[in-house]
C-alpha cells in the first residue's frame, strides 16, 4: 500500500491557461473522489468517481473544470481558462467502498495550485 | 447532508490528554462518525471512525453517547507533533461527507 500519490505538488500558472493533475488512487480502491481546499477552510467536494463512472459533480464544478478516470485506475482533473480564484488545494481522496455505510476516504497530499 | 459544529480552535500542553467534542443533532440512522487529522499542506488523514458507544485504536479514542448527536475524540498524552486541524464528519458515505472549518489544535511545550 503506497497510498494515495498525486502529481505535481505544485503548479502555478498564469490566467487564462490550462492545467492538469492527476491522482493515483489506492490499487484496490474503487472510489475516487477530488476536493478542493483554500486557506482556513475545509476540502470542499468536487467529484467523485465509482470505477470509471462519474457518478456525481458538485455545483462549484464550473464548465472549465473537467474530470476523468478512464480504466477506474488514476484519474485526471483539468482546469481549463484558469482564474485566480481557481488558487487552491486540489485533493484526491480514494476509498475500497462495498455497499456499507462506514465509508474512510485516504487522502493525498494534494496539488497547490497558484494562478498569477 | 448532516451538520457538525466543533470548536475553532484548542490549546494544550505536552502530555496532556485533550479532548474535542463534536454536536451533529441531525445525525441520521445510517450515519458514522468520523474523525480526520490535517497538518499544513497535507491532506487529511484518518484517525478513528465509530458508530456508537466507544472505538479505541492505537492513536485515539472516540466517545459516542446513547443519542449520537455529539461525539468526542480523546487524544491521550498530546506532543507537539499533534498540533494539526481535526475535523469531525457525519454520514453514511463518503459523498455526504461535509467538512466544516475543523478545530484547529495547538500543542504548547
Given at each position: 500500500d503506497t497510498g494515495v500519490s498525486q502529481n505535481p505538488r505544485h503548479k502555478i500558472t498564469k490566467r487564462g491557461q490550462n492545467v492538469t493533475f492527476r491522482c493515483d488512487p489506492?490499487?484496490?480502491?474503487?472510489r475516487l473522489y477530488w476536493y478542493r481546499q483554500t486557506l482556513g477552510q475545509g476540502p470542499e467536494f468536487l467529484t467523485y468517481f465509482q470505477n470509471e463512472a462519474q457518478l456525481e459533480k458538485s455545483?462549484?464544478?464550473?464548465?472549465?473544470f473537467s474530470a476523468e478516470r478512464p480504466k477506474g485506475s488514476f484519474s485526471t482533473l483539468e482546469i481549463q481558462?484558469?482564474?485566480?480564484?481557481?488558487s487552491a488545494m486540489y485533493l484526491c481522496a480514494s476509498s475500497l467502498y462495498?455497499?456499507?455505510?462506514n465509508e474512510k476516504l485516504f487522502f493525498g497530499s494534494g496539488t497547490q495550485l497558484s494562478v498569477l | 447532508l448532516a451538520k457538525t459544529t466543533q470548536p475553532i480552535s484548542m490549546d494544550s500542553y505536552e502530555g496532556q490528554e485533550v479532548n474535542i467534542t463534536c454536536s451533529h443533532n441531525?445525525?441520521?440512522?445510517?450515519d458514522y462518525i468520523t474523525w480526520y487529522q490535517q497538518f499544513p499542506s497535507q491532506g487529511p488523514r484518518f484517525i478513528i471512525q465509530g458508530y456508537k458507544t466507544k472505538v479505541t485504536n492505537e492513536v485515539a479514542s472516540l466517545f459516542i453517547p446513547a443519542d449520537r448527536k455529539s461525539s468526542t475524540l480523546s487524544l491521550p498524552r498530546?506532543?507537539?507533533?499533534?498540533?494539526a486541524v481535526y475535523y469531525c464528519l457525519v454520514g453514511d458515505y463518503g459523498r455526504n461527507f461535509v467538512f466544516g472549518p475543523g478545530t484547529r489544535l495547538s500543542v504548547l511545550p
Open positions: 489506492i490499487s484496490e480502491h474503487n455545483r462549484l464544478l464550473s464548465d472549465r481558462r484558469t482564474e485566480q480564484g481557481d462495498h455497499g456499507t455505510t | 441531525n445525525i441520521a440512522t445510517n498530546v506532543s507537539l507533533s499533534d498540533t
